[in-house]
């Protein structure tokens, strides 16, 4: 009979590469809804914060999030997808300088950048906190 150890470590990699997936799925479902919001002439109203600097942080808050437990492993990734993001959130900018009754602000960039910065950071919290349950529960 194999060693438990061994058995609880394989079970807990199998867990997290299929929770990574998922939160990869999500991560490009929030790509693609940040998308379409950004190239609308206005947001929804259901959806809307009341106010755009809100909406911008949270949405890339959101995408942070999905991120950083998409990819929770690999160093340059993890400090990459930051940036990435942040590239996304300019080219969201360019995008919306074209679109009627949008323009493109700084403030919104600085907006996804904090957005960014707490979602990176909850998902440090979670992926520790998670990791720290899982060797006390073993």
């Not at 999030?65 to 160093?75: V, Y």
């Not at 300088?97 to 979602?119: N, T």
Request: hydrophobic share 55%; glycine share 8%; aromatic share 8%.
């Amino acid at each position: 009979m194999p060693s438990p150890l061994p058995q609880r470590l394989l079970h807990f990699t199998a867990s997290a590469i299929a929770a990574a997936r998922l939160w990869r799925v999500l991560l490009l479902l929030l790509l693609v809804a940040t998308s379409t919001l950004a190239i609308m002439p206005r947001p929804p109203v259901g959806i809307d914060f009341g106010w755009d600097k809100l909406n911008h942080l949270l949405a890339f808050a959101a995408l942070a999030f999905s991120a950083g437990l998409g990819f929770p492993t690999p160093r340059a990734v993890r400090f990459g997808a930051p940036l990435a993001l942040l590239a996304y959130g300019g080219l969201v900018e360019l995008m919306q300088a074209r679109v009627p009754q949008r323009s493109a602000e700084w403030a919104d960039l600085l907006a996804d950048g904090l957005g960014i910065a707490c979602g990176a950071l909850i998902a440090a919290g979670a992926l520790r906190a998670a990791a720290a349950l899982s060797g006390r529960r073993r």
